[in-house]
């Protein structure tokens, strides 16, 4: 079993590498999706960040992506396992349609996530909770630090990619 403290960095890391690259994959830097990341993503290049980075970290806060499924089945993980982290899958997927959101980035961050965090809690030793405190830092990193540079980035990453 690794130590909880050791352990949250590099959760912190993987669910990070995790949400954007499937939020990427789902093309949520494309275009806003819903109306609030159109908002955001306008607001983020208007203060200098980048418009497809702004509009995938609206995406982030205003409805259910690839970070709020990982949350969620980490918390869901944590609390009940395996079946505690299908039922947040469930969840999400509920929300997204609740949301008008018409892809799937949170429901397939969800399954993501619960294949990952049941491999390495099961084989490599994390702790269950380091995934939940490692997923609010990798959201911190993207949306609470700078989001005009974490936008540009973003904006960066997509151009190279798509």
């Excluded at 912190?12 to 590498?17: D, F, G, Q, S, Y």
């Excluded at 349609?97 to 397939?108: E, H, N, Q, V």
């Excluded at 990193?141 to 980035?153: D, F, N, T, W, Y």
């Excluded at 973003?154 to 990619?161: F, S, T």
Aim: glycine letters at 12%.
């Amino acid at each position: 079993m690794i130590d909880l403290i050791p352990a949250i960095p590099l959760a912190a890391v993987i669910c990070l590498l995790l949400f954007t690259a499937l939020d990427i994959f789902w093309k949520l830097p494309q275009k806003g999706g819903v109306s609030g990341a159109d908002v955001i993503g306008k607001e983020l290049e208007n203060s200098g960040g980048d418009l497809n980075g702004g509009w995938m970290i609206g995406n982030i806060i205003s409805s259910p992506d690839a970070s709020a499924g990982t949350l969620l089945a980490a918390c869901g993980y944590y609390a009940w396992g395996i079946w505690g982290a299908l039922i947040s899958i469930v969840l999400v997927y509920v929300g997204a349609r609740i949301c008008a959101d018409k892809g799937f980035a949170g429901t397939s961050g969800a399954i993501c996530a619960t294949l990952i965090i049941w491999a390495l809690t099961s084989f490599a030793g994390f702790p269950p909770e380091s995934f939940i405190a490692g997923c609010v830092i990798a959201i911190f990193l993207v949306e609470g630090i700078s989001p005009k540079h974490a936008s540009r980035l973003l904006g960066k990453i997509w151009r190279k990619v798509s």
